[in-house]
Nanobody, 124 residues
Framework: QVQVVESGGGLVQAGGSLRLSCTAS????????MGWFRQAPGKEREGVSC????????YYADSVKGRFTVSRDNAKNTLYLQMNSLKPEDTAMYYC?????????????????WGQGTQVTVSS
């Protein structure tokens, strides 16, 4: 069966960095675009970033543009999210998912396979 597993979350001070990883198995990894989503307490889940199957096309939400970088290594079935200049408002559970990137946004309805999430907490 398909398994998607995130790792790399943790507690970091504002201005710091974290690198999230996501490994997928049970699917043909490079058949899928991959997305990062996050959900803060009391808020809806939002799309943060998306990367095409080849890595040639990426999308970022305005709130993270210029601070986060998404990448993938298809040989390792692994997705990454490098997060720099972290802010307290980046605090959330971060999820990785396999699906389809939209042209102008990342819609969770377009993603079929999800991980359990990894917690990122940014202290002020």
């Amino acid at each position: 069966q398909v398994q998607v597993v995130e790792s790399g979350g943790g507690l970091v001070q504002a201005g710091g960095s974290l690198r999230l990883s996501c490994t997928a198995s049970g699917l043909t990894f490079d058949d899928y675009a991959m997305g990062w989503f996050r959900q803060a307490p009391g808020k809806e889940r939002e799309g943060v970033s998306c990367i095409s199957w080849s890595g040639g096309s990426t999308y970022y939400a305005d709130s993270v543009k210029g601070r986060f970088t998404v990448s993938r290594d298809n040989a390792k079935n692994t997705l990454y999210l490098q997060m720099n200049s972290l802010k307290p408002e980046d605090t959330a559970m971060y999820y990785c998912a396999a699906g389809v990137c939209g042209s102008w946004s990342v819609d969770e309805a377009d993603f079929a396979y999800w991980g359990q999430g990894t917690q990122v907490t940014v202290s002020s």
